[in-house]
């Protein structure tokens, strides 16, 4: 029923520019971007757009079968798409997606982490890490880590946020010193909202802590959020968000729209279409982080420390 029910609207964009006529006169063509959770949803409409601007697509998914059959069948200049396997809920399967592209890439000009997951019961990976807070955060955040080297030195770097990270709230007696129990959830503590809006707060953070690493590069790190209440699969996994989503269609953007800021973001990499990418990251800075306004770079750092576990070795 609920499948009958979203078929059953069609909506256009009423915001203003889509994506496509923000990029309408970029060139991509000497460009080369690697998205993850380009399989479906926002990922698969960032990598349609993408190839319709000639960039050179690197598309990291764990079903590398469906997201070819998907770009094939959505993407233009799909001659220009190559796939790498990853599994965000291996740490060794990130290692070896990272070194497969170091052996067959050249340079990396943009890096979209958008690859998540909501709604799961309570698991743990191989790595003894809480599924969703490894998968949403941590192992991209490793990938990122082992493809360094290989980031262009004017590279941009956009993790696909959301607006719930400012529904997280720790004890005062962590705030400036979270333990991994409060990233890493255990069981008797872990809701799938909760979990989420966690992963999403570190990569708020994750974007501060690298922009200050490379405060004096011309690389840019930040965070975009398309929107609330997309229809897209990453609901698919508990009925009731899934329900709610549907019934929120009429009033929400459709996907198309929803990327809109994740290429505002991009079309400064190429031209002055928007504010440089220092006045970017400030508009995205600290105040938007939901009572995190006086973490300073030293708590941002010690925050990040702590959610990675000693055998995260490049």
């Known amino acids: 029923m609920l499948k009958a029910l979203q078929k059953s609207f069609e909506f256009k964009s009423i915001f203003g520019q889509n994506a496509e006529e923000v990029v309408s006169n970029v060139d991509l063509s000497n460009k080369t971007c690697l998205i993850t959770g380009a399989s479906s949803g926002i990922g698969l409409e960032i990598a349609r757009c993408l ?11 764990r079903n590398v079968y469906k997201a070819n059959l998907l770009a ?80 262009a030195p004017d590279a941009r770097v956009v993790f696909t946020s959301s607006e719930s990270h400012r529904n997280i709230k720790w004890p005062e007696k962590n705030r400036f010193n979270p333990v991994f129990e409060n990233l890493s959830l255990l069981k008797h503590e872990y809701t799938s909202i909760k979990s989420y809006n966690i992963s999403k707060l570190c990569c708020l953070l994750l974007m501060h802590y690298l922009s200050y690493q490379w405060t004096n590069s011309e690389r840019s790190f930040l965070c975009a959020h398309p929107g609330s209440f997309i229809k897209t699969g990453l609901c698919r996994n508990w009925w009731p968000y899934e329900a709610l989503y549907t019934i929120m269609l009429p009033f929400s953007k459709s996907i198309k729209a929803h990327i809109l800021l994740l290429f505002l973001r991009l079309v400064a990499l190429v031209n002055e279409l928007i504010c440089p990418p220092a006045t970017t990251s400030h508009l995205l800075g600290y105040k938007s982080c939901g009572g995190w306004g006086d973490v300073s770079f030293i708590s941002c750092m010690t925050f990040i420390a702590f959610s990675c576990p000693f055998h995260l070795s490049i």
């Open 51 to 61: 190839t319709s601007r000639d960039c050179n697509l690197l598309m990291a998914s």
């Open 72 to 151: 094939n069948k959505t993407c233009t200049n799909t001659e220009k798409i190559r796939h790498y396997q990853i599994n965000l809920a291996s740490l060794a399967s990130v290692r070896q997606c990272a070194q497969q592209i170091i052996e067959n890439e050249r340079q990396i000009d943009i890096v979209i982490l958008n690859a998540a997951t909501f709604g799961i019961p309570w698991t743990v990976t191989k790595d003894g890490l809480e599924t969703t807070f490894q998968v949403n955060f941590l192992s991209q955040y490793y990938l990122l880590l082992c493809l360094g080297k290989m980031l």
